[in-house]
């Protein structure tokens, strides 16, 4: 049984293996702040004895959001509400992290503009987004290492850069969306160095002591794209700046691909051995014997639950009793297990 055992990076320490990976829930409006919503939805989940919560795409900056009702960390005035979510999961005894994210052209936001690495939209229903000059790309890095900062100072014990699901961090590393000419295109090398420069940047101001997670899209499912394989050499440039990689894949074009029970875990296995780095899998994970058989084989260090989670807050608890599995339950709901 490794579901239920601890696992430890650099100072943070999990109870279980078990993630919420970050999922939107479109529950803020144009102040981008906390609302009653997020607490009750984060912290039922820390009751519930999930390990590790990564709280959903927050935007870097206002146009950087996937919608206008999508949490915010762009000005100071957000860590107050922030810390009230990670102050009330923490008192569950579980880790909290945020993703932090920009939509780039997938920005679905009332601003005026949206932006990319190459003027490309999404597709005929999105606008045209603008592409960014090498000033504004110099801009943006900085709004992710203000936007670290405001995490610390919210309490956060890790963060995870949103690198994948056709956002701009995965904008600039696919060729199938940058098209640029300058030192941010064409190798893998340009490609990866908006993606660096932004972990570099975060460094500065993210204490050594807590992680640094990037999520990834590891396969675009075009073969003009990335896949596993090139997705193994991009971390390889970058993974000096980064402690985990949360692996998962698509969303950078409207590809069709099979859907399985854990269908990106084959991904993670290979990041993982070739990178030699840690990961987490995730996607259309859902049972007991399949987050065993992930963890005891190798093919990640942790399993995020996502879909699982919105149903059952309550999903670890009910694993471990269906199971016979050894947990603390909550005193207030032990005679619900016994």
Not at 74 to 101: F, Y
Request: net charge negative; glycine share 6%.
């Amino acid at each position: 049984m490794k579901s239920l055992t601890s696992y430890k990076i650099k100072d943070m320490e999990l109870k279980n293996r078990i993630v919420m990976p970050p999922m939107c829930m479109y529950s803020s409006d144009e102040s981008g702040m906390v609302k009653d919503f997020h607490k009750i939805h984060y912290i039922s989940r820390a009751i519930g004895d999930v390990g590790l919560i990564i709280v959903e795409a927050t935007g870097v900056v206002p146009n950087g959001r996937i919608t206008s009702n999508d949490l915010g960390i762009w000005n100071n005035e957000h860590i107050e509400g922030l810390k009230s979510l990670v102050d009330g999961v923490k008192s569950h005894g579980s880790k909290i992290a945020i993703q932090l994210a920009h939509a780039g052209r997938k920005c679905e936001s009332n601003d005026e503009y949206i932006v990319a690495p190459s003027a490309i939209p999404f597709n005929e229903k999105y606008r045209i987004p603008r592409e960014l000059s090498k000033e504004e790309i110099k801009k943006l890095v900085l709004a992710f290492r203000d936007a670290s900062r405001r995490a610390n100072e919210a309490g956060f014990d890790s963060i995870e850069i949103h690198g994948a699901h056709g956002y701009l961090i995965h904008e600039f590393l696919s060729p199938i969306t940058n098209k640029r000419t300058d030192e941010y295109g064409g190798s893998i090398e340009n490609r990866t160095r908006f993606l660096k420069e932004i972990l570099e940047s975060v460094k500065e101001v993210w204490p050594k002591e807590k992680p640094i997670l990037l999520r990834v899209s590891a396969d675009d499912y075009d073969n003009d794209g990335i896949d596993k394989y090139e997705m193994v050499n991009i971390i390889n440039e970058v993974k000096e700046n980064i402690d985990m990689v949360h692996v998962s894949t698509g969303g950078l074009i409207n590809a069709k691909f099979p859907i399985f029970p854990g269908y990106q875990v084959s991904h993670s296995h290979i990041i993982r051995k070739e990178c030699n780095m840690p990961t987490i899998a995730v996607g259309l994970i859902k049972e007991f014997d399949q987050i065993e058989e992930i963890l005891y084989n190798n093919r990640a260090d942790l399993v995020a639950i996502g879909r699982g989670l919105l149903r059952d807050p309550y999903f670890v608890l009910n694993m471990a009793y269906d199971n016979n599995l050894d947990i603390k339950y909550p005193r207030q709901y032990e005679r619900g297990y016994f």
